[in-house]
């Protein structure tokens, strides 16, 4: 596959990735200069995950007008316009009203790639592709950080995300050839046996038989369509556990392990760079191993990892607990993704893929949070239990999605 058009789709998740952990960690400055209080930050939050749902939902109608190399290169300048809005950002009610677009043009470039990757990509490019997302969720923090340390504002640390993000974003409109014959509506009109045949490979399921239940189901409202409900959940689940990792298990360390709030907030860069790397060594994995045994590893490891967290362990060995959650979360979201057209049909990934995006980022919004509410009740202990939970939820109803899906065929 041609170097180049790789590089424009790496670029883009690098791009999706570089704005989302940015608001974490300059909150506690960007609080005290706005005069607003510290949990002022999950207003601003949900703004983006709704804003970023909704978009996921109206992918499909925009994607067959644009195409996903337009669509990406668009969104791309969307989210930088946002970015500079918060550099120069003159209120908190500001930030609210420019959050908006931040969400529109991530939850459309992220559905329209992803659902890219899983019709067109081998499974190691779908890992990678994460991968690069993970990388420009690392490097966002690091630029913000070295930008405080030399004295500077949080602004000019948004102002410098803001001026990649249009470079990438001029890089992908400069591109745009390379995509010619590769956009959805270039593909649909060529041959496409060699990719169901790689695809059905990877995945573990007979593609062919896959899509002709689907051409059937199609007739159906999408959450008739056999483990379509199920496959929702699943990536509900998945946010809830990533994202729930890294914002309760240092409250969980300092809190009931007697952790130091800077050894624990270690914990959470640890987790990231875990994740990042597990989807690195996945992408090499995936041509050995099926989507179905690599999503059965990672939830194993995350089960394994929460386990060992709700142990007395000494304090060095909960860095290998959350480096366990970590690799475990890596592999679960790609091959989820990658599986999509096998088990539903292709005519039906971008419809699906939207709504798995827009499940994604609710479960995120809904279930992260309840773990905080359930602990501020029950007790810090009881955080790691319910993130055992969730990975043992999302095993069942994933092998029950394969169950159904292999009925249908």
């Not at 959450?223 to 809830?240: E, K, W």
Request: aromatic residues 12%; proline residues 4%.
């Amino acid at each position: 596959m041609n170097i180049i058009f790789l590089l424009v789709i790496y670029l883009a998740f690098v791009s999706l990735g570089l704005p989302d952990t940015l608001l974490g960690s300059a909150w506690p400055v960007m609080q005290g200069e706005l005069g607003v209080s510290l949990d002022a930050q999950g207003l601003i939050t949900v703004t983006v995950s709704c804003a970023t749902i909704f978009s996921c939902l109206m992918t499909e109608r925009i994607v067959r007008h644009l195409g996903t190399a337009k669509l990406a290169a668009l969104c791309g300048f969307i989210t930088a316009a946002s970015l500079l809005g918060y550099s120069f950002s003159p209120s908190y009610l500001w930030l609210i009203v420019v959050s908006i677009p931040l969400g529109l043009g991530a939850g459309a470039v992220d559905t329209c790639l992803n659902n890219y990757g899983a019709l067109y990509l081998k499974a190691k490019h779908v890992n990678w592709m994460t991968c690069c997302y993970g990388l420009g969720a690392t490097v966002g923090p690091l630029i913000l950080s070295f930008v405080l340390a030399d004295g500077g504002s949080w602004r000019r640390g948004y102002l410098i995300i803001a001026m990649i993000q249009i470079c990438i974003s001029v890089f992908l409109v400069i591109t745009l050839p390379v995509w010619r014959g590769r956009d959805h509506r270039g593909i649909e009109n060529r041959d496409i046996r060699r990719e169901e045949k790689d695809f059905g490979a990877d995945s573990g399921m007979d593609i062919t038989r896959t899509n002709s239940v689907s051409e059937k189901g199609n007739r159906k409202p999408l959450l008739l369509i056999p483990g379509v409900a199920f496959a929702l959940i699943c990536y509900a689940l998945f946010f809830a556990i990533q994202y729930g990792t890294a914002l309760w298990t240092p409250s969980y360390l300092v809190g009931f392990r007697s952790f130091s709030p800077d050894s624990a907030a270690q914990t959470t860069s640890v987790f990231y760079f875990c994740v990042m790397m597990g989807r690195l060594v996945c992408g090499f994995l995936s041509e050995k191993f099926s989507d179905k045994a690599l999503l059965r590893l990672g939830i194993g490891l995350c089960i394994a990892g929460t386990f060992c967290l709700s142990l007395p362990l000494p304090s060095v060995l909960f860095y290998g607990a959350i480096a366990l959650v970590g690799l475990g979360c890596a592999p679960i979201f790609p091959s989820m993704l990658h599986m999509t057209p096998a088990r539903f049909g292709r005519e039906n990934s971008q419809r699906i893929v939207g709504f798995q995006m827009a499940a994604a980022y609710a479960g995120d919004v809904l279930i992260s949070p309840f773990i905080g509410v359930v602990a501020e009740r029950a007790g810090l202990y009881t955080i790691p239990i319910f993130l055992l939970a969730l990975c043992v939820l999302i095993l069942i109803l994933s092998e029950w999605v394969d169950r159904i899906v292999v009925k249908q065929q």
